[in-house]
Structure formats: C-alpha cells, structure tokens
C-alpha cells in the first residue's frame, strides 16, 4: 500500500477496486469454486483449505512488491490469510469470508497508512532485494 497523501487518481481507484471488487472474485474463485471442487476431488476440507490458500498465496506473489521478491514474511501473512478466509468461508458462509476480505483491503489500503504515516512501508515501497541480487548471492 502507498500512503494516501499523494494518490493518483489511478491510484484511487485501484485502491478502490482492489478494497471492494477484488475481495468478492478472489473469494469466489478461491474459497467458493476452490474449495467446493478440491473436496469434491479428495473428500478432505483440509486438504480442499490448503490448496486454495496456495493458489491464493501465490496470485499475491506479484503485487507485493512488483517484480521485486517480497520476502517470505509477507507470503506466509498472505498464505495465513488465505488459511483463515477457508476456514470462515466453511464454517460461516462465502459472504462472511467476502466481508473479512473487504475488512482487510480496507485495513490495509485506508487505516494503517494513516496510523503510520512516517513508517517507510506506508510511504513507498520497501526496499527489496531483486532478482538480479538474488542471482549474484546464488552465483558466488
């Protein structure tokens, strides 16, 4: 997320978006479609869980720091993430698991930047490791 000070006008609106309208298809395809047709494949909910919060760890891949590696910090809050909207969307229903998405964007898109609005985080982008160190520390 970026701090809200100085948003683009694009940049309003894939917060947005990326706050209300994403939170409803990624529920759909990865809790809804996802784990309907994972357990009807392997009649385990753990298993039809899991892998769903797989795939939904790693359509998060990308975004976390554009084509930078974001560290494995954020996949695993991205894969717990993904753990908890399962076990809602069992337990209490799709559209419970659609608000605690929505509820999260909103958290991380409008409230944290504003409560650290001097942290280098909420600013900008990090600073990452790419993937041409990544080569060079393998290389040596």
């Known amino acids: 997320p970026y701090s809200l000070g100085k948003l683009t006008k694009n940049e309003k609106v894939m917060n947005f978006f990326g706050t209300f309208f994403t939170p409803i298809h990624e529920e759909f395809f990865f ?66 698991a659609i608000a605690i998405h929505i509820l999260n964007n909103l958290l991380a898109f409008y409230v944290l930047p504003k409560i650290f609005k001097d942290e280098q985080i909420y600013l900008k982008r990090e600073p990452q490791l790419n993937t041409k160190t990544i080569t060079c520390f393998c290389l040596n």
Request: glycine share 12%; hydrophobic share 50%.
């Open 31 to 96: 809790r809804y479609l996802g784990i309907n047709t994972i357990y009807l494949l392997t009649n385990s909910i753990e298993i039809a869980i899991i892998f769903s919060s797989i795939g939904f760890t790693l359509i998060h891949l990308p975004n976390k720091s554009g084509d930078k590696w974001g560290g494995p910090v954020k996949i695993n809050a991205t894969l717990l993430m993904g753990f908890a909207l399962g076990i809602i969307a069992v337990k209490y229903g799709f559209i419970f």
